[in-house]
C-alpha cells in the first residue's frame, strides 16, 4: 500500500511538472510574438523634487497586453524573458523606443530606464547605448539607467568597468530596490552611482513601526555622506511625502504623485503641483 501510493505521488508530481514545463514554453513563445507583432508598450512613471514638487524625470515601465487582452506584470515576465534570452531584443527595443519617445518631449525631463542584469553581461552595451542615443538625438545627459544590485555581485569587475564606460557617455546610473539584496552595501562602495532607488518595501513599513522610519533614516544620512541623492519609491500617501520632506530625501516616485500611463504629460505637471500643496499643509 506504501508504495503504490508514493508511484500515485511521483506520477501527480510528473505531471505537474510537465504542465510547469509547458506553461513556460508557452509564455516564452507569446514573449517571441509580442515582440515580433509589436504587443508591448511603454509607460511612464513621475519622479518629482520632494521639497519642490518639481518634475525631475520619469522612469520608464514594460507593459505587454496579450492579444487576449490579459495584462501580464513585468514581474511575471521578464524573469522568463531573463531565462530564455528574450531580455536582450526586448531590453533593446524598450531603449530605443524609451529614447526615441522622450526626444520628441517639450519639456527635456531626464528619463530612467531600467536594465536587466542580462543585459550588462551579455551585449556591448555602451556601444548599443551609443548608437541608440545618436540614432534618437537624445541628450546622453537626459538619460539614467537603472540597475540593482543582482548585476554587480556575479562579477563586479566587469561590471564596474561597463558602468564607467556608461557614464563616461554622459549617462548616469542608479541603483534601484536598493536595501532589498544581500550586499547593498558593498555595491554602494564598488561604483560611484548617480542615484540610490529606496525600494518601496521600506515606504510600504512606514506606518508599521519604528524599523521602517529608523532605516529610511540611515539610508538617507548614507546618501548625504556619500553626496549621492535619494529617491524613495512606492509614495502613496500624504504622510509618507511629509515624512519624507522633514528628512531631507530629495526625490520621490509612486501612486501619490502619479500612476505609471502610456503618456508623459503636463497634466501630471499640475496633479503634482496640487499634491505639493497639500503636503505643505499637512
Ligand atoms: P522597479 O524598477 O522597481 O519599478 C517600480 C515598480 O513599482 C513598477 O512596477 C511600478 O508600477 C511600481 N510602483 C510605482 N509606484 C508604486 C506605488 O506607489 N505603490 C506600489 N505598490 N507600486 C508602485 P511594474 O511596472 O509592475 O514593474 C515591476 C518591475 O519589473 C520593475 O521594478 C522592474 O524591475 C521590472 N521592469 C519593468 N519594466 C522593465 C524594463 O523595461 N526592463 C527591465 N529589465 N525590467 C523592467
Ligand atoms: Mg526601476
Ligand atoms: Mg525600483
Ligand atoms: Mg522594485
Redesign the pocket.
Known sequence: RAKASLTTDVCFYEEAMDEAVRNRRRMVQQLREALDQDQFS??W?VQASVETGEITGY?????WIRPDGAFI???DF?PL??ESGL?LP??EW?LRK?CAEAAGWAAPHKIA????P??LGHVDLPRLVHQILLETGLAPTRLEL?I?ETAMISDMERTTHILRQLKALGVSIAM??FGTGYSSLSTLRAFPFDKI?L??SF??ELDGGPQSSAIIRAVLALGESLAIPVLA????TLEQLSFLRDQGCTEA?????G??KPVADDLIQLEARTLWAGAAAA
Open positions: 511603454l509607460n512613471q522612469e520608464v515601465l514594460l507593459r506584470s513585468p514581474a521578464i524573458a531573463e531580455i526586448i531590453g524598450v524609451a530606464v531600467n536594465l536587466s542580462v543585459q537603472e540593482t534601484d530596490d532607488k525600494d518601496r515606504m510600504s519609491e512606492g509614495v502613496e516616485q509612486g501612486y501619490l504623485l500612476r505609471p
